[in-house]
């Protein structure tokens, strides 16, 4: 069973530059597993960020941006805010209609 | 807009078949571009992608839960739902139908519904 592997948590300054990763238990990562990373406040629905790698969702601030670094997906926020404090969690798609969600950060930003 | 909807019980006993549906509106289950998708989120814990499902019946599910779930789509009354069978405590959780776009962007859950929270207790 594949297992996504997520920073447990992470910590930012208010202005700073976080960036949170996505990785695979086994086998590379890749723009073919499409990742995609959503963000959750607490008691709320998940809100889509970023698709096929790096492709923003409607609405979504320039400051969220997606990449992949070495063999990871990778989600960057530049000049963090308050309200970015919430759970970040990506999804991979493993191919044969198969997705997997990471265990999700929870990000602070203080 | 589009909007999901889920219902069904809250409450399930042991055992028993857990049961919701996701009501679309503003589209339709119909359209050959997406697919339709549950995905649970247990109190405290994370997401969890269950299976999702075309509007001709095609299904993909997560395996940990392939033996245990169907899911199913009812074109007349644009929905499609989710059946757990032989429920335990470790399902209750909250469910999110959502709309996938599996062939386009793999792992792209674009519309959620608000989420239901379904209890697993006698």
């Known amino acids: 069973q594949t297992v996504v592997t997520q920073e447990p948590s992470f910590s930012v300054s208010p202005g700073g530059t976080v960036t949170l990763t996505c990785g695979l238990s086994s086998g590379s990562l890749s723009t073919s597993n499409y990742p995609s990373w959503y963000q959750q406040t607490p008691g709320q629905t998940p809100r889509t960020l970023i698709y096929?790698?790096?492709t923003r969702s409607s609405g979504v601030p320039y400051r969220f941006s997606g990449s992949i670094l070495g063999n990871k997906a990778a989600l960057t926020i530049t000049g963090a805010q308050a309200d970015d404090e919430s759970d970040y969690y990506c999804a991979l798609y493993m191919g044969s209609g198969i997705v997997v969600f990471g265990g999700g950060t929870k990000l602070t930003v203080l | 807009q589009l909007q999901l909807q889920e219902s069904g019980p809250g409450l399930v006993k042991p055992s028993e078949t857990l049961s919701l549906t996701c009501t679309v509106s503003g589209g339709s289950v119909s359209s050959n571009t997406y697919y339709w998708g549950w995905i649970r989120q247990p109190p405290g814990k994370g997401l969890e992608w269950i299976g999702s499902?075309?509007?001709?019946?095609?299904?993909y599910y997560n395996a940990s839960l392939k033996s245990r779930a169907a899911i199913l789509v009812d074109t007349s009354k644009n929905q499609f739902s989710l059946k757990l069978s032989s429920a335990t405590a470790a399902d209750t959780a909250v469910y999110y139908c959502a709309r996938h776009d599996k062939d386009n962007s793999g792992s792209l859950f674009d519309y959620w519904g608000q989420g239901t929270l379904a209890t697993v207790s006698s």
């Open positions: 096929s790698t790096n």
């Open positions: 499902i075309y509007y001709s019946g095609k299904t």
